[in-house]
């Protein structure tokens, strides 16, 4: 018997890969507007450079960008930076088509409601209440929570013992097979392939579900119930 259903959060609940390629590019316009004398495409591929080095979610990536291009840090042009990349962060941060009323028909099912995350702590939580959608989770794992990124078992682990339930009455969805995927499947989870946010062009998920959206849930979740 399913009783929860624990999202990924990134190009799960929201298409993370846009919002961040919108947010970056509204900052390098803002920086070179600002004195920045670089070429966007040159910009453009130092912060890709720097996000692969320290990760998609590293917070400094306008000041390391600014020091390994001049030496220096010059606060107008890290300023117009962040307020760029913030203002367009908040306008491109918006929840799949169909996102909501699925959320709300799984509570009206009965079903609980979990996020396990990569992002940081705080980061997670502001995407989340910014969509307000904070009050609709009954548990959130993320990074700063667990210490341990996806697959390892330890953050789909934390969520089941705050949701006080065993892994085979959980299904996990998520976008990136070797990370949601196969994490949860390592507990005892069943799993649920987001291919509407898969950035990778996966062939095998590997997962028990494979869908192309979100609304599919409630169906899959009821075949599974009836079944029990």
């Not at 970056?24 to 070429?39: E, K, Q, R, T």
């Not at 306008?62 to 203002?87: C, H, M, P, Q, W």
């Not at 009965?110 to 997670?124: F, I, M, R, T, Y």
């Amino acid at each position: 018997m399913i009783k929860a259903v624990i999202f990924d959060l990134d190009n799960t609940l929201v298409d993370f890969m846009f919002l961040k390629d919108s947010a970056v590019n509204s900052a390098i316009h803002a920086m070179i507007d600002a004195g920045l004398d670089y070429p966007s495409e040159t910009i453009k591929n130092k912060v890709n450079e720097i996000y692969k080095e320290r990760g998609i979610e590293y917070q400094e990536v306008f000041d390391k960008l600014l020091f390994d291009l001049t030496g220096e840090i010059n606060y107008k042009i890290l300023s117009a930076g962040i307020v760029a990349y913030r203002t367009a962060r908040e306008a491109a941060l918006k929840p799949y088509p169909k996102v909501l009323p699925t959320l709300l028909s799984l509570i009206k099912m009965g079903l609980k409601l979990a996020v396990v995350s990569d992002a940081p702590g705080k980061e997670a939580w502001l995407r989340l209440s910014y969509l307000n959608f904070h009050h609709l989770f009954d548990v959130v794992v993320t990074f700063s929570d667990s210490n341990e990124r996806k697959p390892s078992p330890v953050p789909f682990n934390l969520a089941l013992k705050k949701l006080n339930l065993k892994a085979d009455e959980c299904l996990m969805i998520g976008d990136w097979a070797e990370r949601d995927v196969v994490g949860a499947k390592s507990v005892g989870m069943k799993t649920v392939f987001a291919r509407y946010g898969d950035t990778f062009d996966t062939q095998n998920p590997g997962s028990d579900f494979d869908i192309k959206d979100i609304s599919e849930l409630t169906d899959i979740i009821k075949n599974l119930n009836n079944k029990n």
